[in-house]
């Protein structure tokens, strides 16, 4: 205890005189990402915005991956089952994922490496949605399929959805 009272009074004291040490930069780096994961391009943009004008924010960044501390990997995992757990589909997590700063590779074996079925995930969101029973008319269908289109996922699984009704 006596010792997190230590590192926010030398924080403080850092603060105040405005100096902005590679430490203070790490300590708030370890900060962000004690709360969740984050990928390399977030968490530099965060610190770049917490720390506006300071050099170093690669460099803590660098080394917060290279001690492990920071993965893109796990960060894509994690983003992926999250937007899962919502009910997101592929082509949406994927633009998601890049505008996080992702590799394409990275991108494709976190999303393809999947453990659930991207048409049983559009056919259990549109039950939870619309129910269980088939589209009435064009326009329900329609409006069915805007509606897991927005939620990003392919027109293959969007098909599925559509001719199964939970009858599997």
């Keep these: 205890m006596a010792a997190y009272a230590a590192i926010f009074l030398s ?10 040490t590679p430490a203070s930069l790490r300590f708030a780096a370890m900060n962000l990402l004690a ?17 506006p004008e300071t050099h170093g924010v690669e460099q803590v960044v660098r080394d917060l991956t290279a001690d492990g501390l920071q993965s893109d990997d796990r ?3 994690a983003f992926v089952n999250m937007r899962k757990r919502q009910g997101k589909g592929p082509l949406i997590i ?7 700063g992702i590799t394409g590779e990275l ?5 393809g490496s999947s453990d659930v079925s991207w048409h049983q995930l ?3 969101v549109k039950q939870k949605k619309f129910g269980t029973s088939a589209p009435v008319d064009a326009k329900e269908k329609a409006k069915q399929i805007r509606f897991l289109a927005a939620r990003g996922f392919a027109s293959a699984s969007i098909q599925y959805a559509l001719k199964n009704h939970g009858e599997d």
């Design 107 to 111: 991108i494709s074996e976190s999303v």
């Design 75 to 77: 960060f894509a995992q």
């Design 94 to 100: 994927n633009m998601e994922l890049r505008e996080r």
């Design 35 to 51: 709360m969740r994961e984050h990928s390399a391009k977030e968490l530099h943009n965060k610190l770049e915005q917490k720390f």
């Design 11 to 20: 924080m403080a004291l850092t603060m105040e005189q405005n100096k902005i």
């Design 122 to 124: 559009a056919l259990s």
